[in-house]
């Protein structure tokens, strides 16, 4: 299993040809207490880039972008529920979808955990 | 290279910075959106006291050539200049008493909303203390200079401190450091000094709590940060102010009110005095008046979406297919646990429990007309 990390602050973590994708800790911080998630249906085939999910804090709504292409095979209902999860935990329990990767070499651009870490210090 | 002016700083500016707090432009200044974070800030200010710097705004001063005078004739010359522009009863203020009432234009749309108190001190009368919005002020003090022109001085009080100390506890946290601030009621105000500094104490605010807005000297800092070691204070963002004003069903200038808006569409015809409707001699009163009689096109309404989805500023509200409206305010209401929002909508749907769709990004979302506010206000009566 491997994670990668985007430039919009979401983590990808692959297993096989399935990425589960969620928010960092950092855009987490960011976003300040989320009171609501929308998730995309099964079953969307979304491209990289593609608006994927929205997150709401009090103040503000925020797009989550597809941080690969694929298709939607598990959104993430807890969420709904309760989104304050993706404070609480949000490179854990508080993942978005899982999908179906459709272009695995899209992956080979993304930032591993240090290179991150280095992109968010600079911020 | 940006074409806006570098923004200007309140004399707490450097204060917000120490305590970490996130900062942001808004009305030309920067300010502290949040500090610990949203939530927390919203719900201790209804449990507590919050301290809100406002001093953004333009607090300013209104008087009669000579100066201020002893003589109640001098109030009613001052009101009657000030009457030109608002559709209040200013002449009919108290002494001491603070009143809420709107800027109009020729078409009776609201140039903006303040608040006007007549001073309490005997030696006082013939003068106006006037708060306007930040973002306005420069235009709102033009219009008055146009106005009135030498038949009243303007004095602008925006390079002091003004702030707000919000919340259940604020009475006590007040009344400690300003003893006569006992004696306010709701919408009152009085000059009190507190530590050689002379302030302008009012009890009003925007959260619908109980609370005081104090107009201090910029020499004040000191005793502001002393005021925030108290246990019971916490300084408050605009991000909290935001959520705070909208539960309590408080109008946003330039959101929920601007120039196309009359005071009867925004729902807030209880501004225009009823001797001020005998007279008819406001701004814009012919359009008014025939709206107070038969009815305004589009009405303000509290709107409560029925599930989770947070329906912000320029959601479009339908009723069945038709588009009958759009959200003006809208978030989530921390005390209320859910979102909450206003709005406009076409007359014949603004009765409370009305039916209403929501399109929030493209997906329809039930909700209803509420009844405002939706966190009951806590004024000391």
Known sequence: ???????????????????TVGITSYAAEQLGDVVFVELPEEGRNSNKGDELAVVESVKAASDVYAPVSGIVKEANSELEGAPETVNQDPEGKAWFVKMLITDPTQLDAMMDADAYKAF???? | MSDHPPLAQTPLHDVHVRLGAKMVGFAGYD??????GVMAEHKWTREHCGLFDVSHMGPCLLTLPGGPREDEDAHIEIAKLIETLVPGDIQGLEPGQARLTVLLNEDGGILDDLIITRPYEGDQQGRLYIVVNGATKEDDWALMKEKLGDLADLERLDNRILVALQGPEAEAVVTERFTEAAYLGFMESRRMVCKDLTC???????????????????????????????????PIGLGARDSLRLEAGLCLYGHDLDPQKTPVEASLTWLISKNRREAADFPGAAKILDQIANGAPIRRVGIQPLDRAPAREGTEIYAGDKKIGEITSGGFGPTVEGPVA???????????????????????????????????????R
């Open chain 2, 31 to 36: 300010m502290p959106i949040q500090f610990e």
């Open chain 2, 342 to 380: 206003m709005g406009y909508v076409d007359r014949e749907f603004a009765k409370t429990g009305t039916e209403l769709t929501l399109m929030v990004r493209g997906k329809p979302r039930a909700a209803k007309v509420a009844k405002l506010p939706f966190v009951p206000h806590n004024y000391k």
């Open chain 2, 200 to 234: 302008i104490v009012s009890r009003c605010g925007y959260t619908g709590e109980d609370g005081f807005e104090i107009l201090v000297p910029a020499s004040g800092v000191g005793h502001i940060v002393e005021l925030l070691d108290d246990e019971r204070v916490k």
């Open chain 1, 120 to 123: 968010c210090a600079d911020l």
């Open chain 1, 1 to 19: 299993m491997t994670v990668k990390y985007t430039e919009d602050h979401e983590w990808v973590s692959v297993e096989g040809d399935t990425a």
